[in-house]
């Protein structure tokens, strides 16, 4: 079993930066791919970025591209978003998730273990 906790949303100005957490217990996680989604009001759920077993290897959606880096810690179990320039259509609930086999990182059935969710709000 594995558990993942958010935290580090809230309300930011358009232009301003956050950094999420998703802290991991459980099973060995360090050999796990790691990725962030978010879901808007009305919308689907979307992927917004990965990173693999290999801390060396991230990918992200095109619309948070140069804004938003993924990253972990290993040694504190921690993954980590840090999103800078941010823009109201970035205004979502944000969710952390991991998985064992994951292949295709952007399909969400990939991932076996989501957090709770965390609310990040840009305002004008």
């Known amino acids: 079993q594995v558990q993942l906790v958010e935290s580090g949303g809230g309300l930011v100005q358009a232009g301003g930066s956050l950094r999420l957490s998703c802290a991991a217990s459980?099973?060995?996680?360090?050999?796990?791919?790691m990725s962030w989604f978010r879901q808007a009001p009305g919308k689907e759920r979307e992927f917004v970025a990965t990173?693999?077993?290999?801390?060396?290897?991230?990918y992200y959606t095109d619309s948070v591209k140069g804004r938003f880096t993924i990253s972990r810690d290993n040694d504190k179990n921690t993954v980590y978003l840090q999103m800078n320039s941010l823009k109201p259509e970035d205004t979502a609930v944000y969710y952390c998730?991991?998985?064992?086999?994951?292949?295709?990182?952007?399909?969400?059935?990939?991932?076996?273990?989501w957090g709770q969710g965390t609310q990040v709000t840009v305002s004008s």
């Open positions: 998730a991991t998985g064992r086999m994951v292949v295709v990182p952007s399909k969400a059935a990939q991932y076996d273990y």
């Open positions: 459980g099973r060995t996680f360090n050999s796990y791919a």
């Open positions: 990173i693999r077993g290999s801390a060396g290897n991230t």
